[in-house]
């Protein structure tokens, strides 16, 4: 069955680096989301991102953070200098184009920690 | 504010046992979500529904709109359902399907 993949499964950097987070959602689906979970926190959305642009984002999703469908499979979070409190698991997820429930395809995660 | 609230946040069962996960909503939605995230944290989707009810296996799953509820039944509940549950509602029907609000899980934890 095909999967969400992500890649790193776990990212260290420094405070104020910039980090990529990557994401190759399943090939026929053309939603795609970002969420995070802080360590014993619940899940929260960042972003949904269709057609090539973002169609919702929370609160939580400010000019430090972007994404981008650089090429045909891959789907990546950019965090600009990250901060302590964005150490986090971000989850990457993808959807079918149908009408109707299109249930959510998951990744694994990459927890990153921020130092 | 929007909220998902669910109950209990934590359930030990014996093995065999029916079980039952409760979540509640303050506002009105399109659809919700029943997500499993395992120990290593992976997350899987069980169900979205919008209406009714569906059942995948020895899980259940039913949705309540008016009265802004939704349950998650597991039947002769076995150590492998051990596993954080979680309830989403979709907000926006008419856009992306994954603005979620997230309920905060229940634990569940079935022994032998």
């Known amino acids: ?115 | 504010k929007n909220e998902v609230e669910q109950s209990p946040q934590n359930l030990t069962a014996q093995e065999g046992e029916f079980i039952t996960i409760n979540c509640s909503y303050s506002v009105g939605i399109s659809a919700l979500h029943w997500l499993q995230q395992h120990p290593g944290g992976g997350i899987v989707s069980l169900f979205m529904l919008s209406s009714g009810k569906k059942k995948h296996g020895r899980l259940i799953a039913t949705i309540n709109i008016q009265e802004k509820h939704s349950s998650l039944h597991i039947t002769a509940s076995h150590p492998r359902d051990s596993a954080v549950y979680i309830c989403a509602a979709v907000l926006n029907y008419g856009g992306s399907q994954g603005n979620l609000i997230f309920g905060k899980g229940t634990k569940l934890s079935v022994k032998p």
């Open chain 1, 1 to 115: 069955e095909p999967e969400v993949t992500q890649t790193p499964s776990h990212q260290v950097t420094q405070m104020g680096q910039e980090v990529i987070l990557r994401c190759v959602p399943i090939s026929n689906h053309l939603y795609f989301y970002w969420y995070r979970q802080i360590l014993g926190q619940k899940v929260e959305f960042l972003v949904s991102f269709y057609n090539n642009e973002i169609s919702e984002k929370s609160e939580i999703f400010d000019d430090q953070f972007s994404v981008e469908r650089p090429d045909g499979s891959n789907f990546t979070l950019k965090i600009r200098s990250t901060k302590l409190e964005d150490s986090a698991m971000y989850f990457c997820a993808s959807s079918r184009p149908t009408g109707g429930n299109s249930p959510l395809h998951f990744g694994n995660g990459t927890r990153l920690t921020v130092t």
